[in-house]
T-cell receptor
Framework: EPEVTQTPSHQVTQMGQEVILRCVPI?????FYWYRQILGQKVEFLVS????????KSEIFDDQFSVERPDGSNFTLKIRSTKLEDSAMYFC???????????FGDGTRLSIL | AQSVTQLGSHVSVSEGALVLLRCNYS??????LFWYVQYPNQGLQLLLK??????LVKGINGFEAEFKKSETSFHLTKPSAHMSDAAEYFC????????????FGKGTRLHILP
């Protein structure tokens, strides 16, 4: 079964540095998402992306965050200047057919020092 | 707007006993409902989903859930708990709109007692 692939599995970054989290969605999917899960808390929606533009974003997704689909296969989440509170597990998801659930990757654990 | 409420952040059951994890949802449009399981330091695995049709849905690992519109509930059950079921379980809702985001509940940690 096709999978959503996320790299790296764990990223450690100094506060204030830029970080890029990478995702390869399922190849024929058209809708892409990022979610975040702070340790011990629930999974929260960050942003959805369709047709090369943001469809919806949450209040968490401020100007420090950006998403991009640079080459038709990768889907990236960039945090421009990381803060301690950005430490979390970040999940990428993609969706193909209506009525089917979003497929989630295994996540990238981001640790900000 | 949509929301999910999971009753009980921690549930403990004995091995072999019935598992019941409660979930209530709120949605202004017909909901699509999901249960996900998360093992420690791992990603989200879909257990089962309800979109349309039969209200009793069966998932992996012997789990099932019943969509009750009148009660706005989607409780997860398993007749006989196994030690390997110990994990965090998330109920989630989205709408039938094609690309809508998923809203997750706060999760219930299931403990299995020997």
């Amino acid at each position: 079964e096709p999978e959503v692939t996320q790299t790296p599995s764990h990223q450690v970054t100094q506060m204030g540095q830029e970080v890029i989290l990478r995702c390869v969605p399922i190849s024929n999917h058209l809708y892409f998402y990022w979610y975040r899960q702070i340790l011990g808390q629930k999974v929260e929606f960050l942003v959805s992306f369709y047709n090369n533009e943001i469809s919806e974003k949450s209040e968490i997704f401020d100007d420090q965050f950006s998403v991009e689909r640079p080459d038709g296969s990768n889907f990236t989440l960039k945090i421009r200047s990381t803060k301690l509170e950005d430490s979390a597990m970040y999940f990428c998801a993609s969706l193909g057919t209506e009525g089917q659930p979003q497929h989630f990757g295994d996540g990238t654990r981001l640790s900000i020092l | 707007a949509q929301s999910v409420t999971q009753l009980g952040s921690h549930v403990s059951v004995s091995e072999g006993a019935l598992v019941l994890l409660r979930c209530n949802y709120s949605s202004s449009v017909p909901p699509y409902l999901f249960w996900y399981v998360q093992y420690p330091n791992q990603g989200l695995q879909l257990l089962l989903k309800y979109t349309t049709g039969a209200t009793l849905v069966k998932g992996i690992n012997g789990f099932e859930a019943e969509f009750k519109k009148s009660e706005t509930s989607f409780h997860l059950t398993k007749p006989s708990a196994h030690m390997s079921d110990a994990a965090e379980y998330f109920c989630a809702v989205t709408s039938s709109n094609r690309d809508d985001k998923i809203i997750f509940g706060k999760g219930t940690r299931l403990h299995i007692l020997p």
